[in-house]
């Protein structure tokens, strides 16, 4: 499909234009594309339309701050938007009633697979709750506590709270001006960040009995499997942070977390520091993402897995330097 660039302008000029719109969100719904949806959501409301949030997973309760019922829209005139979704396959179960009928993709993603009608991508935001703010600002929408809490909770969350490379003084410009607002940003970094449960607790420390490294131990392998979901009732969203474990681990630029999501699929999920680049990696092996954070959905043994990814690792870090020693 022809897929149109969309400005800022265009992109307020189309948001003016219709009547009636649903947003999707992604599968595993993440704290930015729920606060960039609901508060496109509140925007779009205070302009008299009729909007509809549809996320194709249930919405983890830790975000229920921000959530509300929205209006059902008929699907057959409505606009379809999908915010912070790069490619239709994160549409999950979405994916076949919407995958190739999205009018507007609003998104942050470098790698964005350019499957809807329209795209406004700035691949500079930290955040698609960036863009949204920026949105609703060039609407002239009245913001209120609600709607800063979702932009700032897609904020926090997509920057590991304001901590990642992609953060910038805009980031944080945009942040100041949502304190402007009782956003009560220490309760929600808490639930974010500092808060998980005795069964995630159990589920981390089966996990980190997994870990593998390779490569001068600059790569670190993780790996989470069904029967651990199983035994600790952990799955989907609860599981983010341990992806994030591989940051802290001394000299390790390649952290790879491999989850079991079928009987012979995962999803390996990856965080790189420089001169590695995460999303090239993915996109080798038909996912994608951010310079340091991307994904792929795999076919295979657990094995075949870790051999595909670390190839593609491998493959990156001689290309790059990385990897100098002949140990391996
Ligand atoms: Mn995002």
Known sequence: MNCIDFTLKDTVKFLKKNSNYIILTHASPDGDTLGAGYALYYGLK????????????????????????????????????????????????????????????????????????????DADAAATCEIIYELLSALKIKFNDTIAKALYTGLATDTGCFKYSCVTAKTHKIAAALYDYNIEADVINKVMFDTKSKDLLTLERMVLDTAEYHFNDKCMILTITAAMQEKTGCSGPDLEGITEISRSVEGVIAGVTIKQTGSDTYKASLRTYDPLNASEICKKLGGGGHKNAAAVTLCGSLDDVKVKILDAIKQQMEEKHAWTSAAE
Do not use: M, W
Not at 67 to 87: F, Q
């Open 46 to 121: 205070q302009l008299g339309k009729r909007v509809e949030v549809i996320c194709p997973d249930v919405i983890p309760q830790k975000f229920a701050y921000f959530l509300c019922d929205t209006d059902h829209v008929s699907r057959e005139n409505a606009v379809v938007i999908a915010v912070d979704v790069a490619d239709k396959r994160l549409l999950g179960a979405l994916q076949e009633d919407f995958g190739d009928t999205v009018d507007l993709n609003i998104d942050h993603h470098v790698s964005n697979a350019r499957y809807a009608k329209n795209l406004y991508l």
